[in-house]
């Protein structure tokens, strides 16, 4: 018997074993890529985007913001995009300088997941995730109508049924495909006060503020659009 519970105990162990390794063999291949895609972001992003840093007025940066990316971006469109950013983020060019129209450039398969996995590290601890749900259908008749009344589509591109897909403005960010590009609890966090994140940027913003319900539920409408 003593020597079934030693053989036993020598399995337990070597197992035990094998799978510390295990788990610090990927803990360490994790840090690599998140290294390595720190490199990338650093030596190539950052000459025009922001990872670091207080807030700032659109009119003094580049590009937008990744300080937040973890929070702000989808992994697998991000990654997609990187590739392929043919798709215009903002119509006519960041703010409106034309220096800021050219198109994106692009990486690789490996070069874009490794600045994905990094951007994801990048965190505000003022967004709460997991507060945005599916809208129900007396809150996304609700945010519609807020939408539309407020006057959204006059600075965004909206989806919609028309020859071309889409209506609206180009003052701003296209709202087109957001629910596949955008998180819904940083959209949130971001309709409830743009200045938090974006001081002096000319977003419309509805004096008195509305009831964070109906951010809400304007918040819900705009993640049903694709």
């Not at 807020?146 to 609206?168: D, I, M, R, S, W």
């Amino acid at each position: 018997m003593t020597d079934v519970w030693r053989s036993g105990g020598l399995l337990v162990a070597l197992v035990v074993g094998m799978t510390t390794v295990f788990a610090v063999a990927v803990t360490r291949v994790a840090a690599k890529g998140e290294q390595a895609g720190e490199q990338v972001v650093r030596s190539t992003c950052t000459g025009c985007h922001r990872i670091e840093g207080p807030v700032a007025a659109r009119k003094t940066k580049k590009a937008p913001d990744l300080i937040w990316a973890g929070n702000k971006y989808q992994p697998a469109w991000l990654v997609n995009w990187l590739q392929n950013p043919d798709f215009k983020l903002y119509p006519v060019g960041y703010d409106f300088r034309p220096d800021r129209k050219k198109r994106h450039l692009s990486l690789t398969a490996d070069q874009a997941k490794m600045v994905v996995d990094f951007l994801a590290t990048r965190k505000d601890s003022r967004i709460t995730e997991g507060v945005m749900k599916a809208g129900t259908p007396e809150q996304l008749a609700r945010g519609q109508s807020l939408y539309q009344e407020h006057g959204c589509q006059n600075c965004h591109y909206t989806p919609a049924g028309t020859p071309k897909g889409y209506v609206g403005g180009t003052s701003s960010t296209s709202f087109i495909k957001l629910s596949e590009r955008l998180n819904a609890d940083w959209v949130y966090r971001f309709n409830l006060n743009p200045d938090d994140f974006e001081p002096d940027s000319g977003a419309y913003i509805p004096k008195p503020p509305l009831p964070d319900e109906d951010i809400y539920a304007i918040t819900a409408y705009m993640m049903t659009f694709k």
